[in-house]
């Protein structure tokens, strides 16, 4: 089981919703991956509509890599401005590091179109429905394993 992260920016109002993805790319590139910068980067408009259209208020952006997972949530109105439950505190590790991946929440009807928006872009950053698993957990589950275990509950009992 691996890590997880949580962060909670401030959007609409407290900033508009193209400035609070800047944020978040601030977040994860942490000034040094100039080419994961312009990846996140032109995304930005449609991330932009997401975060207008409060996709990742309930249901979060999910960043993989090898390290620690990062979910990243959204505050709207008046917690927004209020911003008592914020935390865009830098992360302690590089969340883009390695195989790094980072999956969008969608609403269903807009899912087709964003998905072909983000594809334009890279492969890196995709979008996901409601309940959907991200992309690079997908992607994980069809590598098989290495050999194979079984397991000798007599050897387990020490018996």
Not at 37 to 48: C, H, K, M, W
Not at 102 to 115: K, M, T
Not at 124 to 146: C, H, K, W, Y
Request: aromatic letters at 6%.
């Amino acid at each position: 089981m691996s890590t997880v992260v949580r962060r909670v920016f401030r959007a609409t109002p407290h900033r508009d919703a193209h400035a609070t993805w800047t944020a978040i790319v601030d977040l994860l590139t942490r000034g040094r991956n100039a080419d994961a910068r312009r990846e996140l980067l032109a995304a930005a408009g449609t991330a932009a509509s997401l975060i207008t259209d409060q996709a990742p208020k309930d249901d979060p952006i999910i960043v993989t890599c090898e390290g620690p997972r990062t979910r990243i949530y959204c505050l709207y109105d008046d917690d927004a401005l209020d911003g008592a439950d914020t935390n865009e505190d830098a992360l302690a590790y590089d969340p883009l590091g390695g195989d790094w991946a980072v999956s969008l929440p969608c609403p269903a009807d807009d899912l087709a179109w964003v998905q072909r928006s983000l594809a334009k872009g890279g492969t890196r950053v995709t979008a996901r429905g409601p309940g959907e698993t991200p992309a690079a957990d997908a992607r994980r589950a069809e590598v098989p394993l290495q050999g194979s275990l079984v397991l000798d509950p007599k050897g387990f009992l020490g018996r």
